[in-house]
């Protein structure tokens, strides 16, 4: 049962009537020393290293209210968040937030937003540990996520080597599809839709990686060929893309391509925000990765099948 | 010497090529394991444990450009979120930023904000270690400050007791003493006025209060009288404030008052972000600390000079 009333907005509520509102009843993991309500939150992590990444999410920018529910958005942020955490091999374990809406939004969409938030940070088991809500002509939602390396070394872009293998844990082409089908108002292919929404990181892979001794990773946000040209660059070596090895991404997303007019490949290679991770690893991957490319000595560019890649690379903020 | 072109705009200039100029040439401090660059940043703290809290500021409401340099946004962005740091009796070790700008903001002016949070981030010798930069229809900035508790218990806000003495440190009154001035237009009292776009905290006395034995702790952000109001609801107690005590407060803001046909006693008793802290403690405060009240049992409540309060108490966003 929402404790506001939905004509309720967030001036006739209050600031602080509302913060209690989204903190009342969480339940934060044992790391959390202290929670929110203080001026800071404190935390404890297992090898007295923090990880810690940023993500700012703009109404009309990175979502759209009349496609998302307050909900979806929570969770997005949590997500895109995380998967950063994950690509230097750590696991997300609290977030702080910040919440800028107009005075007129109805206070249970903060507290959905909230819902949202910590439905997604239960998926790795983390909490929200504070936050700041203030008022803004419109939606804005920005996120920072601390992490446990748990003793691991933490996981550069630096470390390719000529050699190693290229691999992917989750899924790639689903969210940019999902953009073109709601861009073109199209109302069929459901999952992909709502995978554009809500992404699906592969949480514990980094981990998994890191004690698998990959070389290099990053989160597929920015598209693939993108994120992969960040890892070219930060080890100064060539990377090399089968796209045969892609083929069930590339399937996944066909239809839909066609239904939009749009390139299976552009989704799948340039695509940004399905938060996938690719590693490099000096040998077989472990379980859960699929090798889809190689890394070979050269200057820092990405070729896809040997050849330059002519379409998109991905997305850049302006 | 500004990397770039007045006349170009962050889309002339692009988000990544802006981000390199932000990082270029910046020195992290030890503790900082890895900077900006990669998917995340890695910290280390003294003890195992890392003190976190989150602000966000938005164009207009919080700061405006016709008032403000993107260099003063930038040292007040880190000032207040500092602050809260401090107010937990640690100290601000590193700061993690999102920046939203429309795309035909100057990229000198993200620039300028940058060195501006460099300029308060070295006042206290803290590092700004990660980032996003996105596009938004006016300016955002959400800045999250990492602390380390150097083996201090966190000062939190239910330790107040009766018996207690309230005292301060930094400055109350002169922050609302300088929006009112900026609001009227009226260009005498230019330290008031700077004071209002740059707050000046009492870096380090947050640990010297902790190391004082002091119970509770706050920083005054949303008025002190409110800010108290959080202490004496936390701890259950009556806080009693003495306004003989803020006799130089007073005086420092009554002239600026005056002009404004304002009254003093609202800017040092409901003003907010001066981010002085205020603090109670079990005996005589130490170096740095001026007593102003007395903690009282009874039900939570702050009173001045044994009476209510009838002005404003302080701030909400709503």
């Not at 844990?169 to 809500?198: C, K, M, Q, T």
């Not at 290099?216 to 070219?232: F, K, Q, R, W």
């Not at 590693?279 to 896809?304: D, K, M, N, Q, S």
């Amino acid at each position: 049962m929402a404790p506001f009333d939905p004509a309720e907005s967030m001036a006739d509520v209050g600031e602080f009537a509302v913060i209690d509102a989204l903190v009342h009843g969480r339940v934060q993991p044992p790391w959390v020393l202290i929670g929110p309500g203080d001026d800071a939150a404190v935390l404890s992590s297992s090898d007295g290293r923090t990880v810690v990444s940023t993500d700012m999410l703009v109404e009309d920018r990175h979502f759209r209210l009349d496609w998302s529910t307050p909900h979806d958005i929570g969770r997005k942020a949590i997500a895109q968040n995380a998967a950063d955490v994950e690509a230097m091999g750590a696991a997300a374990t609290a977030f702080v937030v910040a919440f800028g809406a107009p005075a007129d939004t109805p206070a249970a969409s903060a507290l959905q937003l909230s819902d949202g938030m910590w439905h997604e940070a239960a998926a790795m088991g983390a909490g929200i540990v504070g936050g700041d809500l203030v008022s803004a002509p419109q939606w804005v939602i920005s996120v920072t996520v601390l992490g446990d390396l748990g003793g691991r070394a933490p996981v550069r872009r630096d470390g390719a080597r000529p050699g190693d293998v290229i691999a992917v844990a989750g899924e790639l082409g689903r969210s940019p599809a999902g953009y073109a089908l709601w861009r073109n108002d199209i109302r069929d292919f459901e999952a992909l839709r709502r995978r554009h929404l809500v992404p699906a990181p592969p949480y514990g892979q980094g981990r998994v990686a890191a004690d698998g001794g990959a070389t290099a990773m990053t989160d597929v946000s920015d598209g693939l060929l993108a994120d992969l040209g960040h890892i070219a660059d930060a080890s100064g070596c060539r990377i090399d893309v089968d796209r045969a090895s892609l083929g069930a991404d590339h399937a996944a997303v066909a239809d839909a391509a066609a239904a939009v007019g749009g390139d299976a490949w552009e989704f799948v290679l340039s695509g940004g925000e399905d938060h996938a991770l690719v590693a490099t690893f000096p040998g077989a991957p472990p379980a859960g990765w699929r090798v889809i490319g190689r890394v070979a000595a050269g200057p820092p560019e990405v070729l896809v099948d040997g050849d330059t890649w002519r379409g998109n690379r991905g997305w850049q903020s302006f």
